[in-house]
């Protein structure tokens, strides 16, 4: 059985490469739009607005243009699809034993929330922002509380997106995952055991990485594991 199994398609990779990068563009050029310490260095006030403006409305770009990709499709609806296992792995957190009752599909309820609020939160941003670019219906809409949402947004962003960074650096078998599309057999069955169609009964403890290559595969059942979940 190999070593690796496939995880991400080169298409799920880039949309999620591609839309980091926009919003590290929006973050860095807000910070240069509104502290002032950092304006006053940066200076070119049009041209950092104009990035800010354009990385925005192309945030959501790349998960449309990842639509054409059946992969990522497939994920869209994994992580559309909240189960009785995903509320079970929600109970489980306050549970002393860090593995009990965490069996997951492809992606956990964790993940799943994490993917619906960022999908409002990107939407609420695009609108708020969109009014504040072009000013339409600021007529009905007072511009005082389209600003309010926006910053609340963005400050909100910023803390989730750095924790969701934090999470990524304490785990470096997810982090090799999404950089080249596959992740040890071993990590897989202990952390989305319902994706290889397997259930644990103790802890598996995930081996030292020892940088070998060997061969992603596709994992067993998968797309079964993860609907009767």
């Known amino acids: 059985m190999p070593e690796r199994v496939l995880r991400f398609s080169p298409a799920e990779r880039a949309v999620h490469r591609a839309t980091g990068l926009l919003f590290l563009v929006c973050l860095l050029t807000a910070v240069a739009l509104y502290v002032v310490p950092v304006a006053q260095l940066v200076g070119r006030r049009l041209v950092v607005e104009t990035l800010h403006e354009w990385s925005g409305i192309l945030l959501p770009v790349p998960a449309l243009l990842g639509l054409w990709s059946g992969p990522f499709r497939a994920d869209l609806r994994r992580l559309d699809r909240f189960t009785p296992q995903d509320r079970r792995w929600l109970a489980s957190l306050r549970s002393p034993d860090p593995h009990r009752g ?103 403890p995930p081996p030292p990485y020892d940088g070998g290559s060997s061969s992603p595969s596709a994992p067993h059942a998968s797309q079964a594991a993860d609907d009767a979940a």
């Open 102 to 204: 965490r069996l997951a599909g492809k992606f956990n309820a964790g993940q799943k929330l994490w993917a619906a609020w960022l999908a409002g939160a990107v939407l609420v941003m695009l609108g708020t922002g969109l009014l504040l670019w072009f000013k339409f219906a600021l007529g009905l809409v007072p511009r005082a509380g389209v600003v309010l949402v926006h910053d609340a947004g963005a400050y909100a962003l910023a803390v989730v997106v750095a924790g969701h960074v934090l999470k990524a650096l304490a785990d470096p078998e997810a982090r090799r995952g999404m950089r080249t599309g596959s992740v040890r057999r071993s990590w897989a069955a202990r952390e989305h055991a319902l994706w290889l169609g397997q259930k644990p009964k103790s802890p598996i």
